[in-house]
């Protein structure tokens, strides 16, 4: 699901399919990660996030996996439901006070 | 607990007015961020303010944008002399600690329109 040019990447699933969305960080000094569900005309809502000192961290139907080799996270939806239907993005930062980093989005569609 | 407001929720500004935009964080956070959005794109970081003082303005633009955040009171993010480009949604987002330490929580935004 990365971005490209100024259209967001979508990523149509059925429901109660398994949803990876993917994600391509810029910086690796980086070492906190979130993931944002942002649903239309609303702001984002966090949904988990990892510190880099992890590979996986785990919540409820969600999963975050980082690879800090190739500067590369994942988010696991497992049992899409419509209402995971969304944009979806991943936000890096350093701990040192730099600002949250934003990607581009992937937008989430699931077919019921 | 309520969680980070924005009002207004919507904003509509002729060319050359001035905008602005308010936001109470959560109940016990000290920091806030305001971030801008354009249609189908991700948030752009705008300025990092703790109380009554500015701590990274590096995303805001030199001339007509400025933010404040006053020992009591919302955060105000103004905007003056409108252009049509700065039609966005803007967000303000609230953490307990500083960036990188601890989560940012999202307001609703404001959606500037600027005829």
């Known amino acids: 699901g ?27 000094a980086s070492d906190y990660f979130i993931w944002y569900k942002q649903e239309s ?5 966090f949904i988990i996030d990892i510190r880099s000192n ?28 419509p209402g995971d239907s969304a944009v979806y993005f991943c936000a890096e930062t350093h701990s040192g006070n730099t600002p ?13 | 607990n309520a969680g980070v407001m924005q009002n207004p929720r919507h904003l509509v500004r002729r060319r050359g007015q001035e905008a602005r ?17 354009l249609p189908e794109e991700g948030l752009k970081f705008m300025v990092y303010l703790q109380k009554e003082n500015i701590i990274d303005e590096s995303g805001m633009p030199k001339e007509r944008f400025s933010a404040e955040f006053p020992k009591e009171g919302p955060s105000i993010l103004r905007i ?10 803007y967000f303000c987002a609230s953490s307990i600690a500083g960036v990188g330490t601890d989560t940012q929580y999202f307001g609703p935004g404001t959606r500037l329109t600027v005829l």
């Not at chain 1, 949250?100 to 019921?112: E, H």
Request: hydrophobic share 35%.
């Open chain 1, 2 to 28: 990365e971005s490209v040019g100024l259209h967001l990447p979508t990523l149509s699933v059925q429901e109660g399919d398994n949803s990876i969305i993917n994600c391509a960080y810029s910086n690796s």
């Open chain 1, 54 to 81: 992890m590979d996986k961290r785990q919540g409820q139907r969600v999963t975050v996996l980082l690879n800090k080799t190739v500067k590369h996270l994942s988010l696991q939806i497992a049992a899409t439901q």
């Open chain 2, 80 to 89: 003056q002399q409108v252009v049509r480009g700065d039609s966005a949604a």
């Open chain 2, 21 to 37: 935009l308010r936001c109470s964080p959560m109940k016990g956070h000290s920091h806030v961020y305001w971030y801008r959005q």
């Open chain 1, 41 to 45: 005309g609303k702001g984002p809502q």
């Open chain 1, 100 to 112: 949250l980093v934003f990607g581009k989005g992937t937008r989430l569609s699931v077919i019921a």
